[in-house]
Nanobody
Framework: EVQLQASGGGLGQPGGSLRLSCVASGVTIFDDYAIGWFRQPPGKEREGVSCIGSDGSTYYSDSVKDRFTISRDNAKNTVYLQMNSLELEDTAVYYC???????????????????WGSGTQVTVSS
């Protein structure tokens, strides 16, 4: 069974940076999986943040585009989310999830994701 472990959350300052990692285990060929990052701000619905396909295609929500960068290291079964220019509104629990091969046209909804990892808390505060 596929398992995902998100880490790297913590306290960040406005304008600062954090890097999240999502490590997958139980996968036969990690290269075949698309990985998405999602977040749930306090008191709000879950939202899609970014997704990277098996071919390296990347997708971002409008709220994080030009600030966040998603990347993958297939040798380490890991996907990263580099978060720069942090804003107070980035405060949320961040989750990673998998889909097969592609992120899908509605990746941001999370509906197509098959496996979800435990979350990591990101708090942006001055």
């Amino acid at each position: 069974e596929v398992q995902l472990q998100a880490s790297g959350g913590g306290l960040g300052q406005p304008g600062g940076s954090l890097r999240l990692s999502c490590v997958a285990s139980g996968v036969t060929i990690f290269d075949d999986y698309a990985i998405g990052w999602f977040r749930q701000p306090p008191g709000k619905e879950r939202e899609g943040v970014s997704c990277i396909g098996s071919d390296g295609s990347t997708y971002y929500s409008d709220s994080v585009k030009d600030r966040f960068t998603i990347s993958r290291d297939n040798a380490k079964n890991t996907v990263y989310l580099q978060m720069n220019s942090l804003e107070l509104e980035d405060t949320a629990v961040y989750y990673c999830a998998t889909d097969y091969l592609r992120c899908g046209n509605t990746w941001y909804s999370g509906d197509g994701m098959d496996y979800w990892g435990s979350g990591t808390q990101v708090t942006v505060s001055s």
